[in-house]
């Protein structure tokens, strides 16, 4: 059985390269990997993802829409889940997948389309050998791949929620909320300055301007917002539907950042 999931999968990665092997300008870069793709031995390697990787990030910058990048992404996803979780437990492969976690997870997102990123193994096996690793974005991430498969399954609802909810169940977005604010209580009492208010500008669409400690603080509360504010959403529109007991919506702090909060033009 596994060898057949193996071939189903390696088949959809050439089907994916047969898609694009005549593009203008590309077309040897997608002939070499092809090749590559076709032997057993050089699927999997690290040069194979990489080349994908090169043609994902050329794409992200020549495309028009975004159709032509997704495409290589669904690609590296698959190479990705055709490797397995345990090949990223080395230190200096877990850079490597965390930085294709995040293109994935927000493909799947915008894409409205589930992820494998969302099985269990694929949240925890990378960071057997070393929980500590595991960072505050990465556990973002993790809410993040659930929160693609709760974009897909209310889109599988064709706008009729007063069907039986058997797809998306209210119970799961409000304990992916509850995770989120615990997730926010630790940063907050981590980085309690993560932000400051520099200044006020005189306009409605940003009166205050925060200054990040770090640019990769200033992307992981974004990434926070972004979770959070999808997260009410589909909360707003499952709630009538639940039985589930209230959550926590909003919660003052001590930061210059919203964080607990049902205000999402405040957290845009």
Not at 17 to 42: K, M, N, P, V, W
Not at 186 to 193: D, G, I, K, N, R
Request: net charge negative; proline share 4%; with cysteine.
């Amino acid at each position: 059985m596994a060898c057949q999931e193996t071939s189903r999968k390696s088949t959809q990665v050439l089907a994916y390269i047969g898609r694009h092997c005549f593009r203008t300008g590309a077309y040897q870069a997608l002939s070499d990997i092809r090749s590559e793709l076709s032997t057993a031995e050089r699927r999997l390697s690290d040069e194979t993802l990489a080349s994908m990787t090169a043609l994902y990030m050329f794409e992200m910058l020549v495309s028009k829409t975004e159709r032509e990048w997704m495409s290589h992404v669904n690609g590296i996803g698959v190479l990705l889940e055709l490797r397995g979780p345990s090949l990223y437990k080395p230190s200096n492969m877990k850079g490597i997948f965390l930085e294709h976690r995040i293109m994935l997870v927000g493909k799947s997102i915008i894409s409205r389309q589930p992820t494998f990123l969302q099985s269990p193994i694929w949240k925890t096996v990378p960071w057997e050998d070393d929980p500590a690793s595991k960072s505050d974005i990465d556990y973002l991430v993790d809410i993040g791949a659930d929160v693609s498969h709760y974009n897909s399954d209310l889109q599988d609802l064709n706008g009729d929620l007063s069907q039986e909810l058997k797809y998306l169940h209210p119970v799961d977005v409000a304990s992916s909320i509850e995770e989120l604010n615990t997730w926010w209580r630790q940063c907050e009492a981590e980085h309690p300055h993560a932000a400051t208010v520099t200044s006020t500008a005189n306009s409605p669409l940003f009166p205050i301007i925060l200054e990040y400690d770090t640019f990769w603080e200033a992307f992981t509360i974004c990434f926070h917002n972004a979770m959070r504010i999808l997260l009410l959403q589909f909360w707003g529109a499952l709630k009538p539907f639940s039985t589930f007991h209230s959550i926590l919506l909003d919660e003052q702090n001590s930061t210059a950042l919203l964080g607990i909060t049902s205000n999402t033009r405040g957290l845009i």
